[in-house]
């Protein structure tokens, strides 16, 4: 299993604010995937964070909003732009193997918006 | 319709009881089964995964899958207050997108 770190583990923003939240993994992985998980729900996909070239977005999830990079196999970052109330949220960065099946979670950014 | 339901619970047993834990799904193409725990504030740590109709056993934790039924469920046998958590299932399709569909998660409590 990958152990993995994310920072910042939380911050409060104000409302038409960016945050960049970074991922890192202890060993390199093939997938990395971004999610998000709002109070008291389960947890949605953003995208498929892809290296070396741009990420795959969910129905719903566009680049502009949650512009993603990724350049190497350990390392991936998720920026939330022109925050407002509604992106108040928990961010989860996951890694897999080549299969994306046995995902691996960081611990989660905690953002609130004001 | 959400792709797949679960029993928000919470769900409240004495420590030693045997606890089940259920989802059901609506998509075929799901081949892929995964049950993960989520303790307060920390992210899902993956419990088991399976991809085949039948037990899957590790520890205290058994999985079960039930393709045609469309039916999983995660039985805990010998409750610990250590297992209060949310568990939460989740599933992927076999082929293309390898994205993890999530139920809501479950809320358990074992009382001491």
């Known amino acids: 299993s990958a152990v993995i770190s994310q920072k910042p583990s939380r911050d409060i923003c104000q409302r038409g604010t960016s945050l960049t939240i970074q991922c890192q993994v202890d060993?390199?992985?093939?997938?990395m995937f971004w999610y998000r998980q709002q109070p008291g729900q389960s947890l949605t996909l953003i995208a498929t964070?892809?290296?070396?070239?741009?990420?795959?977005?969910e129905s719903g999830f566009v680049i502009d909003k949650f512009p993603i990079s990724r350049p190497n196999l350990t390392f991936s970052t998720l920026t939330v732009s022109n925050m407002s109330p509604e992106d108040s949220s928990i961010y989860l960065c996951?890694?897999?193997?080549?299969?994306?099946?046995?995902?691996?979670f960081g611990p989660g950014t905690r953002l609130t918006v004001t | 319709q959400k792709e797949v339901e679960q029993d928000p619970g919470p769900l409240s047993v004495p420590e030693g009881a045997i606890v089940s834990l259920n989802c059901t799904y609506s998509n075929s193409a799901f081949q892929y089964f995964m049950w993960y725990r989520q303790y307060s504030r920390k992210g899902p740590e993956l419990l088991m995964y399976t991809y085949s109709s039948g037990n899957k056993e590790d520890g205290r934790f058994t999985a079960q899958v039930d393709k045609s039924s469309k039916y999983i469920s995660l039985f805990i046998r010998d409750s610990q207050p250590s297992d209060s958590a949310t568990y939460l299932c989740?599933?992927?399709?076999?082929?293309?997108?390898?994205?993890?569909?999530f139920g809501s998660g479950t809320r358990l409590q074992v009382q001491p």
């Open positions: 060993s390199q992985v093939t997938m």
């Open positions: 996951s890694a897999s193997g080549t299969s994306g099946l046995e995902q691996y």
């Open positions: 989740a599933m992927s399709a076999s082929t293309g997108r390898r994205a993890l569909t």
């Open positions: 964070a892809n290296q070396g070239s741009e990420a795959t977005y």
